[in-house]
């Protein structure tokens, strides 16, 4: 009776974690760039009580054995990165990736960070930096006297200056892809960072081993589908009530047990 207690407990702290993931879910759904998360859950080592195979009478074996599983857990969290709707926005430093690959940001400390949100704007030295100040690396420098920005497919930077009617190329933006980009590691401000499970970067432009294509104009919205999450919460709900009932009727059952010792 104890083991249904503590199987059924595992359950809904199972359920409170998918929970507090579906909850971020929502709260990111209009965030740039990001990405939705989920949890993966597996089984606890079961309990063996008699093994498949054991000896029961001479000549004998038991088919199947008696297991007891012991509950559940949470085995990881990992980011889904499916492409989100494209959004328009009409500002020329904006940039969308249309397929695979990573914005690349300087940290203070000189680490690369990366990012799919493409929202950049002009600090005061022109230089193209996230809505944190972080430079686009490598750094696109813009003349104070462009009055025209064009950003290709390719992520091929050009302005057109006063004065003059042909557009000169200013500097390139390149992309990183991961071997596994599920691996990456969280730091906010919609930043990811290499860990020993993402692999190394693998850089290049826009268009070539794989990567995405770049779009001037447009963000790259959350993948988040509020109504799909909307049900996991019911289904996360449902499966926490029915975990507490099997709590409830385990410790009816102890109760009606200490009854028959009175």
Not at 68 to 78: F, I
Not at 88 to 101: F, K
Not at 188 to 205: C, F, K, R, W, Y
Request: overall charge negative.
């Amino acid at each position: 009776m104890m083991r249904a207690l503590f199987t059924a407990a595992s359950g809904m702290e199972a359920q409170q974690l998918n929970l507090d993931v579906i909850s971020n879910n929502l709260s990111n759904v209009s965030t740039t760039g990001y990405k939705q998360s989920r949890v993966d859950f597996e089984d606890i080592l079961s309990q063996i009580i008699r093994p498949p195979g054991a000896q029961v009478a001479q000549g004998v074996q038991d088919p199947t054995g008696i297991t007891v599983g012991l509950g559940v857990r949470p085995g990881a969290t990992q980011r889904v990165f499916t492409q989100g709707d494209l959004e328009r926005t009409d500002n020329p430093l904006d940039m969308a990736i249309e397929g695979a690959g990573f914005f690349q940001v300087t940290l203070p400390d000189g680490t690369i960070a990366y990012t799919r949100d493409g929202s950049f704007k002009k600090d005061s030295t022109g230089r193209l930096v996230t809505s944190n100040g972080y430079p686009l690396s490598p750094e696109i420098d813009i003349p104070q006297n462009a009055t025209s920005i064009s950003i290709g497919q390719d992520g091929t930077v050009s302005v057109i200056v006063q004065g003059t009617a042909a557009p000169q190329v200013i500097g390139q933006v390149t992309l990183a892809s991961f071997i596994n980009p599920a691996g990456l590691q969280s730091q906010g401000q919609n930043l990811l960072v290499e860990t020993g499970a993402s692999g190394p970067p693998i850089i290049g432009n826009a268009g070539t081993n794989g990567l995405g294509l770049i779009t001037q104009g447009f963000v790259e919205g959350s993948n988040v589908q509020a109504v799909n999450e909307l049900i996991k919460i019911i289904i996360a709900q449902r499966a926490f009530e029915f975990n507490s009932r099997a709590i409830t009727t385990a410790d009816n059952m102890l109760n009606v047990a200490s009854g028959l010792v009175r």
